[in-house]
């Protein structure tokens, strides 16, 4: 089993997590709607990844929904002491599957609710207030009304620290101006590099920052790039993507996610992936070398 303790740990909220977390997204069925294709392998995922040494899960009540909340209840509750579970609100799922904005106070407060019930908890750790769509990346608008709305829901004693997703640097600036932020989930990965500014802005306030899509976004040839190194660092392309990241910055934290036994090893693995700095050059060029 994988030491995921080499990549070492970070300060999330008020707690220390390991860097190398678990996204429960997919969990859920096919487009993250439904239950799970295969229930019991769900549970055994969520259960190897904590005796593994992950103590930081991100999921959702609206993936499903309320679908993954109630496997990682089933799987692990009561939960361990040291275990940082990581929620957000700000959209439903409509009855076809569509993702369905949900940024009013009153959907704010619901989704709130959902998360506590199907976690079995009174307290949610973290939530982060999801902005926009994550496909289309963010966009400039205010968000002072939303987090405000989240931020008295933290007041009212039912979560502990706040986060965003999907958001924007000055979104980032506007929020902490309400309450202080802890975590910053956005797109980002090794071609996808927009964040660069923010990521390092957020370690010097000691802030997490949370990539989603490590390998979203590569065209064909950045992916040919990629498996060339992860080729001659004997690793797959996923390890040598996730270890770069890792390589990035000290705030980064990492939720890759699957419904595998076995693709949770792989992934877990890349904590073991020292990339010698040479190899960390080469890959930050290659969304370079291709744009020129």
Sequence with gaps: MADIAKAGTFTL????????????MQLAGPGVFG????????????????????NHIDTSDFYGPHV???????ALHPYPDDLVIVTKVGTFRGEDGSWVPAQTPADLARGVHDNLRNLGVDVLDVVN?????????????SIEERFTAVAELQQRGL??????????????????????????????NLVHRADDALIDMLAEQRIAYVPFFPLGGFNHIQSE?????AQRAGASPMQVALAWLLARAPNVLL?????????LHENLAAADLVLPEDVVSELSHIAQDQSE
């Design 225 to 229: 790039a990629l498996s060339g190194v």
């Design 35 to 54: 239950p799970p294709k295969d229930r019991e392998a769900a549970l055994a995922v969520l259960r190897e990844a904590v005796a593994a040494g992950v």
């Design 159 to 188: 979560i502990r620290h706040l986060g965003l997703s999907n958001v924007t640097a000055a979104q980032v600036a506007e929020a902490q101006r309400v309450a202080p932020v802890v975590c910053v989930q956005n797109h980002y």
């Design 129 to 141: 207030l999801r902005v926009g769509d994550s496909m289309r990346g963010p966009t400039e608008a």
């Design 13 to 24: 909220g008020d707690r220390s997590v390991m860097r190398m977390g678990y996204g429960a």
């Design 68 to 74: 993954t909340n109630r496997v990682i209840r089933e």
């Design 255 to 263: 939720i890759p996610g699957t419904s595998r036994l076995a693709h």
